[in-house]
Structures are given as C-alpha cells and as structure tokens.
C-alpha cells in the first residue's frame, strides 16, 4: 500500500506500506533541497538531498523526486518501518524556513 | 568525529532570571544556526552566523534575546530576563557554506522551562 500527505502536519502509516511526504517550494530559482528527519528527543538529522540539475535521487529506502515545473519536492519511504516514525521537513527559502513540518506515524 | 554539542542539555528556572545557552559547532564549518522549537511555531530560526559575523537576526524575538560567537568554535545564546513565554526547545546547528551548499548539522538541543 501507499500512503500520501499532502503537506498534512500528520501522516499515519501501516508498517511495511510505502510512504510518500510532499513539500511545495516557491522559489524557482532554488537549486539545492534538503529532506530532514527528526526523531523525538533529537535535532533534526540530514537523510537525503538533492539539486535542481537532477529529478530523482535514491538512498537506502527513501527515494526523493524533484518536479521543477510544478516546483513539487516529495520524499518516498520504501517498506516503512517503525523507526521512521519522526517529523520530516524540507526547509524552504535557503534552506532556514522549517515551520512545523509533517509527522510521520507508522501504526504495526 | 563529533558533532555540534549544545549544552546544558536541560535547564529549568525561574522567570525573570538570566539564562545562557551553549554551542560548539563542528571543527570547520562556517556558519552557525540558532533555532527555537515549540508547538505551536514548530521550528524557527532565530539567528545565523557566517565566519563569526552575525548575518541575520530577524528572528530574535526581542531585546531580552542575543546570541555572540566570540570565535568559530564557541556561541552563546542568552535571555535575560527569561519569561515563561521563553520555554521550548532551542536548537543549535552548523554548516560549511561554500560554493556549493551543505545540510546543516544540529545538536540535540537544549529543553529551557522557564517558570
């Protein structure tokens, strides 16, 4: 299964289904994105990113797309798993805007 | 290798007191990020440094706020006086900027209850 939050504060998740969190950005000049993970009790912790000459980026597990036409940056989770469980940003706006970002709970 | 160490980890005291948070960055970044995180605002950016130099601080709230980075391996964030308004977590967090940019490194943060 799949699941995906549209810039929702709460994102809840199956185990083991993929997760897919969304992010807008408005600044077309922006070539650098970044995707954060933070776990509770933790400062926000680097997991992925990716620049403008590219669209998709993988990592182990996460996968991040980058549609620059509809300027639309979102970070897939593959198998999720109850360790992902976190608030994930993507700062906007030279990367210091992380607002309250969107929290991902992974239900076993 | 370690990383950005913020300290006190934990600090709780009474309103109107001063209170004095601090950061080592990592060894060879550049530029130093003070965040404030709550509830209801998430986390926000209160003041960067770039080679010491402060280069935006919109984000302090107001005058009982200042942060100083007398070097590249040492910064402070102070409030005095401190209210309860002031309680949240405050985040410090390092980076090399360059010609390319980096992802910030962030400490563990400091967990300020002001009562």
């Known amino acids: 299964g799949e699941s995906v939050g549209l810039h929702l504060p709460t994102l809840s998740v199956q185990e083991g289904d993929n997760s897919i969190i969304n992010c807008a950005y408005s600044?077309?000049?922006?070539?650098?994105f970044i995707w954060y993970k933070q776990e509770s009790g933790k400062g926000p912790q680097f997991i992925i990113d990716?620049?403008?000459?590219?669209d998709k980026r993988q990592g182990q597990r996460v996968t991040v797309l980058l549609n620059k036409t509809v300027k639309h940056l979102s970070l897939q989770i593959a198998a999720t798993q109850p360790g992902d469980s976190a608030v994930y940003f993507c700062p906007s706006a030279g990367k210091l805007i992380f607002g309250q970002g969107t929290t991902l709970q992974v239900k076993p | 290798d370690a990383g950005v160490i913020q300290s006190p980890r934990h600090e709780v005291t009474e309103m109107g007191q001063e209170v004095t948070l601090r950061c080592k960055p990592i060894s060879g970044h550049n530029s130093l990020f003070w965040y404030r995180q709550t509830m209801m605002r998430g986390l926000e950016l209160l003041i960067y440094f770039n080679n010491n130099v402060p280069i935006d601080d919109s984000g302090m709230p107001e005058d009982r706020f200042s942060a100083k980075m007398p070097n590249a391996s040492f910064s402070t964030l102070k409030i005095q006086p401190s209210e309860p308004r002031d309680s949240a977590v405050y985040f410090c967090?390092?980076?090399?900027?360059?010609?390319?940019?980096?992802?910030?490194?962030f400490g563990d943060g400091t967990r300020l209850s002001i009562l």
């Open positions: 967090a390092s980076s090399f900027r360059g010609r390319s940019s980096q992802p910030q490194h």
């Open positions: 600044n077309s000049a922006s070539d650098y």
């Open positions: 990716i620049r403008s000459n590219m």
